[in-house]
Nanobody, 125 residues
Framework: QVQLVESGGGLVQAGGSLTLACRASTERDYSTYVVAWFRQAPGKEREFVAGIGRRGSDIEYRDSVRGRFTISRDNAKNTLHLQMNNLKPEDTAVYYC?????????????????WGQGTQVTVSS
């Protein structure tokens, strides 16, 4: 069982930056989980943003954020981060962190067993 709590969302102008954090509470070793960020904009389906493997060497991004967003994890602190630079209005969404005890990063929503409550990111033009 994992409890995930996101923080760091807010309102920012286009071109600005935000850093999201996701703190995990678990009795298991946090490094046994693949963790990822998803987002859901109003009226749209939830979509994969970025994922990172257990030791941080396996990283994937959706094409629209590659080069602007950076995902990282600190296994000693049970924390996942998403550094978001050069934000665009189309990045506006609720951002969720997700975790699963799998080996490889996956973009499929159904592959993740644990989810946070989400944090709102709003980018104004």
């Amino acid at each position: 069982q994992v409890q995930l709590v996101e923080s760091g969302g807010g309102l920012v102008q286009a071109g600005g930056s935000l850093t999201l954090a996701c703190r995990a509470s678990t009795e298991r070793d946090y490094s046994t989980y693949v963790v990822a960020w998803f987002r859901q904009a109003p009226g749209k389906e939830r979509e994969f943003v970025a994922g990172i493997g257990r030791r941080g060497s396996d990283i994937e991004y959706r094409d629209s954020v590659r080069g602007r967003f950076t995902i990282s994890r600190d296994n000693a602190k049970n924390t996942l981060h998403l550094q978001m630079n050069n934000l665009k209005p189309e990045d506006t969404a609720v951002y969720y962190c997700a975790a699963d005890r799998r080996i490889f990063v996956t973009e499929r929503i159904g592959d993740y067993d644990y989810w946070g409550q989400g944090t709102q990111v709003t980018v104004s033009s």
